[in-house]
């Protein structure tokens, strides 16, 4: 009896000392694999770039239908979804069948095995980088760009947000600013209202310098929206559910002198990873469930997990296409090319 004793003891302990390690190697694996989904995903966009020539909308409207479609629905075919891409009918809004029946598949391409929130329809684990914010109708302006808070930018510190033209002859306007500082856009489907997309010749800060896509685990399926495409899909266009976002550097949405600061681009509500424990589609910025960081996507094709405490002024220079284009201005950072992240 003694010995029987002995031995279950030791077994016991031997149980208890392998099951952290089989948990890690298991998330080591998770974790490896998400970041090979996110791969597949990256060199899916480099083809959309390469086939037509541009970056595709992050998220894509119309003033009939308001939410048309996703970036998802463009980088299909090249994710062995040629055939949900050519029933997709981009003549209709999402809610209509066939894009209704549609938007609800999912695939696990689009999917981190980590990402505990999988719901089964819908779902996506990955974004695309919508920099400081996107664009709105705002008080009467089309267009207006504005932060991932709602507040209007004023770029170019003028104390005019939303200006369209050279207003004193000195400060470029703040729509022409913030094609500067973002990657992927909200445009106007088959209209002229909003169109404005990056090019890889545009990307003057390089390639491998620019970040295309990160994980976001708080986007894609929402059980409150279920059977609704439009806030709980891969095929919503909403910037919430399609893209990531840093914190806005400057103090109260106005980037007048003295009021630029980088260290809030990681910082707050938007600091990597401070939104677990937010409900799906309310935390537009890069969320994973692997301890320390995330994983993220260049344009040039290259993944690399990336530490949740990066330095304010890198991560932003990472989501800017045209930061070289900054100098002069008050949004120019200290950021050279090469530094270590």
Not at 162 to 171: F, Q
Request: glycine share 10%; net charge negative; proline share 5%.
């Amino acid at each position: 009896m003694v010995e029987l004793l002995v031995v279950t003891g030791i077994v016991g302990l031997l149980i208890a000392l392998a099951l952290p390690a089989i948990a890690q190697a298991r998330a080591t694996a998770q974790r490896t694999a998400c970041l090979n989904n996110l791969r597949n995903v990256n060199m899916a966009m480099i083809h959309v770039v390469e086939s037509t020539g541009r970056f595709p909308a992050s998220g894509n409207y119309t003033p009939e239908f308001g939410r048309h479609h996703s970036w998802v629905v463009d980088v299909l075919p090249w994710l062995d979804q040629a055939n949900v891409a050519k029933r997709w009918n981009k003549d209709l809004p999402i809610e209509q069948e066939p894009n209704l029946s549609l938007s609800q598949l999912s695939f696990p391409a689009l999917t981190c095995p980590s990402d505990s929130s999988l719901g089964g329809e819908g779902d996506l684990s990955y974004v695309v980088n919508g920099g400081v914010g996107f664009t709105v109708y705002r008080q009467g302006v089309h267009d207006c760009p504005i932060d991932a808070s709602g507040k209007k930018l004023d770029l170019n510190g003028n104390g005019v947000a939303c200006d369209a033209a050279d207003i004193d002859g000195i400060n470029l306007p703040d729509k022409e600013l913030f094609k500067r500082v973002v990657l992927f856009f909200n445009e106007t489907w088959n209209s002229e209202i909003s169109q404005r997309h990056h090019t890889n010749a545009s990307i003057v800060d390089g390639l491998s310098y620019t970040l295309s896509l990160s994980e976001n685990v708080r986007t894609g399926y929402n059980p409150e929206f279920e059977g609704d495409p439009q806030h709980s899909s891969w095929s919503s266009p909403s910037n919430k559910l399609t893209s990531f976002h840093i914190g806005n550097p400057c103090e109260d949405g106005e980037c007048s002198a003295g009021k630029v600061d980088y260290n809030r681009c990681n910082s707050g509500h938007f600091r990597i990873n401070s939104g677990l424990d937010e409900a799906e589609g309310n935390s537009p910025i890069p969320n994973s469930f692997h301890r320390g960081g995330v994983n993220m996507g260049f344009v040039d094709g290259r993944v690399k997990f990336v530490n949740e405490n990066i330095d304010g002024a890198v991560y932003s220079a990472l989501t800017t296409p045209q930061g070289r284009l900054l100098n002069e201005t008050l949004l120019q950072d200290v950021i050279l090319g090469g530094s270590e992240f």
